[in-house]
């Protein structure tokens, strides 16, 4: 037994390929930093391309987000407006996030 493990073959795994996250089956990347998904909801950290599309089209994107029945970012919600850094949004219209 110990001379055939001592000439045995060993098993190759790629580097790469032992590490990698397997990706979701069937599913495509959603880019929430674009109009088309930006405030969506999701878990994860919000992204500084994100924040700054929600910041600088805000009232476009709560728009289409009304429209496809999914929750709206309110101003008022303190979790909304850390999670997209809108403190200075809510105080230019008057919203107290405190």
Known sequence: MPQILRTAKRAYVPAA???ARPVAAGRD???YA????????HKGRTQ???KA???AHFDQINQR???????TIDLTNPD????YDLHILA???????T
Request: proline fraction near 3%; charge should be neutral.
């Open 17 to 19: 390929t032992a590490t």
């Open 29 to 31: 990347k959603v880019n």
């Open 34 to 41: 674009s109009l088309e998904h930006a405030g969506k909801p």
């Open 48 to 50: 500084d391309a994100e």
């Open 53 to 55: 599309l929600v910041r």
């Open 65 to 71: 987000l009304e429209a496809e029945g999914i929750r």
């Open 80 to 83: 909304h407006v850390n999670r």
């Open 91 to 97: 105080q230019e219209r008057g919203i107290s996030t």
